[in-house]
């Protein structure tokens, strides 16, 4: 069972009286009913775990995945970890899990489970802790007849230094292509298959790092092998050694509530974006690879038919945890927003993205451009304006700096354009977002420094009403959100919080930080407004450009329906929450509602169909398919 500690804090409230006075006036029903409301959810202590990443399943459930949650110690021991939470229940279960997940990428499905790709192979090591030199070893195979598998625990050995490598993974590498001349046909000779894999010098210490290329000669080969495969590797160094990848991937299962195993990408990769496009299909963008190394743009796309991978063609490179999102015409925004790894230069520019032909249109105007970095980005209601706001953000990897700009951008302009938004107040990174049924959007959380460096959590909240476009500040969280965080709409309008990873527990910097287990619920102020209006019968499946029929005792009282796609959310990073406007009349004892035509505006899968009434108050979510 979960433990439920409530407890609540509000703007301006502290400067008027003692905390005993502070929290009757927060529960008084007219400040909830303007304000809203926070409490904690605690798990039972052998139940929690650092959560890095959260996704609201169509059973109304929560798949909380820690993967190792950021320890190496877990990571070492292969101690991986994921929960089911029930918000109505208060339940919570263990569920085992394959792979290390800590940060993966994923995306809903179609059919409703969840594409989950991707994660760590190995932890990072910075420069002072490495004890032996390593890099990437890139395996030539010359042989156009077969492959060759390189074992893990494989040697190579320079030809010019005589320094010796060991292979940590095993590798595939292809075979050699044969290459003729498109005009005449005569055979021009073989492009080497490669492979790519993470080498350790055999002994630990600096004589044993390397300073320039060498060619490697791959021992315990014989015969052809032993001729037609060799390596070739930069300087192998003691320098830091990022995060590493893995191509694994599963869908999960949210009836069973397991993970089933399907075919590995073809790149590995940590801290993905996968984005689900309009025919059903999940494109896999970015990450790091098996050596640490920022995955060189190739992009690959899976089909949930056939549980396959393939590329998408030419390449494009974007930093990791791109904020992608799939446009009305078949293209995909990216909004600049990500969460870390790449170079300054390459890959951070907003655009448009044609993923077909692989030309990107960028889009002028972006604000403190610099700042995109652990910035979040979402797509306001309804998603039929095709309207996004860029929230917040900081400069590259570890910058003290931040910003408290928002952005906007109108992609149904003739010439998209960003243009400022309404004030932060101060700079805010890691901000957490959530699109709201009655078509505004919850901001809360973040810090001003990175990893909330010297005490800069942000414990603030806000609503942006798309109308008005401006903030409106609301009930204060209790709880600090930072670097591994976020947010999920459930089905009962309330919003959970998730995670945070600071980098120090004090303003002075002084103690190492201990990662945020607590949950923390907001209830907005809609829900403090009287009784919710009541919907009952209607149909489990919409389809586009059909209508269904719901009946209820208050039709009256409804003033609009929207289909709110599920979250997945992680780094600050939800590509698939939507909010879409939903045509309405009124029956004889009900409603009916019409979902637009357009592919590419509501996906294939399951969403929450919210009706809300004249004040904004929306009733349960009903779960609908739209095949």
Same mark, same amino acid.
């Given at each position: 069972?979960? /433990? @439920? ?7 301006w409230?502290?400067? %008027?009286?003692s ?5 009757y006036?927060?529960?008084? +029903?007219?400040y909830?009913a303007?304000?809203?409301r926070w409490?904690?959810v605690e798990?039972?202590?052998?139940y929690?775990q ?6 609201l &399943?169509?059973t ?6 820690a993967?190792?949650g950021?320890?190496r110690?877990n990571s070492d021991?292969?101690?991986?970890d994921?929960r089911v ?7 919570v ?5 394959p792979?290390d997940?800590f940060?993966?990428?994923h995306?809903q /499905?179609a059919? *409703?489970?969840? &594409?989950?790709a991707?994660g ?8 002072g ?5 390593g *890099? ?11 492959p060759?598998t390189?074992?893990?625990?494989t040697r %190579?050995?320079g030809? @010019?230094?005589?320094?010796t490598f060991v292979a940590r993974?095993p590798v595939l ?7 003729f001349d ?5 055979f $021009?000779?073989n492009?080497? *298959?490669?492979g790519r894999?993470y ?8 004589r ?5 290329e060498?060619?490697y000669r791959?021992?315990?080969l014989?015969?052809?092998d032993?001729?037609?495969?060799y390596?070739?590797? #930069?300087?192998?160094?003691?320098d830091?050694?990022d !995060?590493q990848?893995i191509?694994?991937?599963y869908?999960?299962?949210p009836?069973?509530e397991?993970?089933v195993?399907?075919d590995?990408?073809?790149?590995a990769?940590?801290?993905p974006?996968l984005?689900? $496009?309009s025919?059903?299909?999940?494109l896999a963008?970015?990450g &790091?690879?098996?050596?640490?190394q920022?995955v ?24 990791t945890?791109p904020?992608?999102?799939?446009t009305q015409?078949g293209?995909?925004f990216?909004s ?10 390459? *890959? ?11 030309? %990107?249109t =960028?889009?002028?105007g972006?604000?403190? +451009?610099d700042? $995109?970095?652990?910035?979040g980005t979402? &797509?306001?209601?309804?998603?039929q304006?095709?309207?996004? $706001?860029?929230i ?11 910003t ?5 951008v109108d992609?149904?302009?003739?010439e ?9 107040g101060?700079?805010t990174?890691?901000p957490q977002?959530s699109i /709201?049924p009655?078509?505004t959007?919850l901001?809360?959380?973040?810090s001003?420094d990175?990893r ?10 806000r ?6 476009? @401006?903030? =409106?500040?609301?009930a ?7 670097y591994h965080?976020g947010?999920?709409?459930l089905?009962?309008?309330r919003?959970m919080? !998730?995670g ?12 190492p930080?201990?990662?945020?287990q607590?949950?923390?619920i907001?209830?907005?102020p809609?829900?403090?407004?009287g ?5 009952r019968d209607?149909?489990?499946? /919409?389809r586009?450009?059909g209508?269904g029929?719901f009946?209820?005792?208050d039709?009256?009282?409804?003033a609009?329906?929207?289909l709110i796609? +599920? ?9 698939d929450q ?12 009900g ?10 505006l509501? #996906?294939?899968?399951?969403y929450m169909l ?18």
């Amino acid at each position: 069972m979960v /433990l @439920a500690l409530a407890g609540a804090n509000g703007p301006w409230l502290y400067r %008027f009286g003692s905390e005993k006075y502070h929290a009757y006036a927060i529960d008084r +029903p007219g400040y909830k009913a303007e304000n809203g409301r926070w409490e904690i959810v605690e798990f039972p202590e052998g139940y929690r775990q650092n959560t890095i990443h959260a996704a609201l &399943l169509r059973t109304g459930k929560v798949l909380l995945v820690a993967g190792s949650g950021n320890d190496r110690r877990n990571s070492d021991a292969r101690r991986f970890d994921t929960r089911v939470w029930d918000p109505v229940k208060g339940t919570v279960e263990k569920v085992p899990t394959p792979s290390d997940l800590f940060c993966t990428g994923h995306t809903q /499905l179609a059919d *409703g489970n969840l &594409l989950i790709a991707g994660g760590t192979r190995r932890y990072e090591r910075l420069e002072g802790d490495v004890t032996r030199a390593g *890099g990437l070893m890139v395996v030539h195979n010359e042989n156009p007849d077969k492959p060759v598998t390189i074992a893990a625990g494989t040697r %190579f050995t320079g030809r @010019a230094n005589g320094k010796t490598f060991v292979a940590r993974d095993p590798v595939l590498v292809p075979r050699a292509r044969k290459r003729f001349d498109p005009r005449t046909g005569r055979f $021009l000779g073989n492009d080497a *298959g490669l492979g790519r894999v993470y080498v350790e010098a055999e002994r630990p210490g600096a004589r044993h790092a390397t300073g320039a290329e060498d060619n490697y000669r791959v021992r315990g080969l014989t015969g052809a092998d032993a001729r037609n495969t060799y390596g070739i590797a #930069q300087k192998l160094a003691l320098d830091k050694k990022d !995060f590493q990848g893995i191509r694994d991937a599963y869908e999960f299962d949210p009836v069973a509530e397991r993970y089933v195993k399907v075919d590995p990408m073809r790149e590995a990769r940590w801290y993905p974006t996968l984005t689900t $496009l309009s025919d059903g299909r999940v494109l896999a963008v970015s990450g &790091l690879d098996e050596v640490g190394q920022l995955v060189p743009g190739k992009n690959e796309v899976y089909d949930p038919a056939t549980g396959k991978w393939s590329y998408t063609g030419e390449e494009r490179r974007f930093p990791t945890y791109p904020a992608l999102f799939p446009t009305q015409d078949g293209k995909v925004f990216y909004s600049g927003s990500n969460a870390g790894y790449g170079p300054a230069d390459v *890959g951070r520019d907003p655009g448009v993205w044609d993923v077909r032909t692989n030309e %990107f249109t =960028r889009i002028p105007g972006m604000s403190d +451009p610099d700042r $995109l970095e652990t910035s979040g980005t979402v &797509l306001l209601p309804p998603a039929q304006e095709e309207k996004y $706001l860029v929230i917040g953000g900081g400069g590259v990897g570890e910058s003290r700096a931040s910003t408290k700009r928002t952005r906007l951008v109108d992609l149904t302009a003739d010439e998209p354009r960003f243009t400022d938004g309404p004030s932060l107040g101060r700079g805010t990174r890691y901000p957490q977002s959530s699109i /709201l049924p009655d078509d505004t959007v919850l901001v809360s959380g973040g810090s001003e420094d990175y990893r909330g460096r010297s005490g800069s959590d942000i414990l603030e909240a806000r609503l942006y009403d798309p109308d008005e476009n @401006a903030f =409106r500040r609301v009930a204060d969280p209790l709880v600090g959100r930072n670097y591994h965080s976020g947010s999920v709409l459930l089905p009962d309008g309330r919003v959970m919080f !998730f995670g945070s990873d600071p980098l120090f527990a004090d303003r002075a910097n002084s103690r190492p930080g201990v990662f945020e287990q607590r949950i923390e619920i907001y209830t907005p102020p809609y829900l403090h407004r009287g009784e919710p209006p009541v919907v009952r019968d209607g149909p489990g499946t /919409l389809r586009r450009g059909g209508s269904g029929t719901f009946r209820s005792p208050d039709a009256g009282r409804l003033a609009t329906a929207r289909l709110i796609r +599920p979250s997945a959310s992680t780094h600050v990073t939800d590509v698939d929450q939507r909010s879409i406007a939903l045509e309405m009349e009124r029956t004889a004892d009900g409603v009916r509602v019409t979902v637009p035509g357009n592919r590419n505006l509501v #996906q294939p899968g399951w969403y929450m169909l919210f009706f809300t009434d004249r004040d904004g108050v929306p009733a349960r979510a009903r779960w609908v398919k739209v095949p």
